[in-house]
């Protein structure tokens, strides 16, 4: 079985600032890795992901990641954030042999951006 | 953009009633899953389904839960006899089908009230 923990439920940033959303899972075995993004009354979105390959990952609106095995993180940073990325986001794994890929998630960070 | 569609959005019934909550996955995909998110705590993994069984489901999809393709296009939810603590959010999400990973993409969710 999988688990992701989220520390930081709710992270207050000001505008133009550097963030950083801190992720860390536990599994038996091997995982991919994912970040989606909800914002207000809408469905999640995905961010990233980390499959195999380079460990620094890049995805949408800025967002990158880094997956760290050692320490069994997936830490995900924007240098600058604007208001509009004010919402919340997921971190989740799925085992990555093969199978159905269901999603487990963690508790969320309510990412706000002060203007 | 195709996407994933939910209906109806929110959804309010009593304690012990019957409720379909609806889904029109992405055309080309093959794999289904429902997620639920109770207030204040994480997305977690109800059941997937495939070639229209289930492939896996989590300890929360009991008997009172079952799933359905009735037709080509939809793929619904059904709680037979709804209780307090299934009042959440439901998210329906779809993935082309393949040994490889591929992105699951969400719905908007259907927010069910039981009272």
């Known amino acids: 079985a999988q688990s992701v923990t989220q520390l930081d439920s709710q992270v207050p940033v000001f505008e133009e600032a550097p963030v950083e959303l801190r992720c860390n899972y536990s599994s038996s075995v091997s995982v991919y890795l994912f970040w989606y993004v909800q914002y207000p009354n809408q469905g999640l979105q995905l961010l990233l992901k980390y499959l195999s390959g380079s460990t620094l990952v890049k995805g949408i609106n800025g967002f990158e990641a880094e997956f760290n095995k050692s320490q069994t993180s997936f830490h995900l940073r924007k240098p600058s954030v604007h208001i509009s990325d004010t919402a919340e986001y997921f971190c989740a794994v799925t085992p990555s042999g093969a199978g159905s890929y269901q999603l487990t998630f963690g508790k969320g960070t309510k990412l706000s951006v002060i203007p | 953009e195709p996407e994933v569609t939910q209906t109806p959005s929110h959804q309010v019934t009593q304690m012990g009633q019957e409720v379909i909550l609806r889904c029109v996955p992405i055309s080309n995909h093959l794999y289904f899953y429902w997620y639920r998110q109770i207030l204040g705590q994480k997305v977690e993994f109800l059941v997937s389904?495939?070639?229209?069984?289930?492939?896996?489901k989590s300890e929360i999809f009991d008997d009172q839960f079952s799933v359905e393709r009735p037709d080509g296009s939809n793929f619904t939810l059904k709680i037979r006899s709804t209780k307090l603590e299934d009042s959440a959010m439901y998210f329906c999400a779809s993935r082309t089908s393949g040994s490889l990973y591929n992105e699951q993409f969400f719905g908007p969710g259907t927010r069910l009230t039981v009272l």
């Open positions: 389904f495939y070639n229209n069984e289930i492939s896996e």
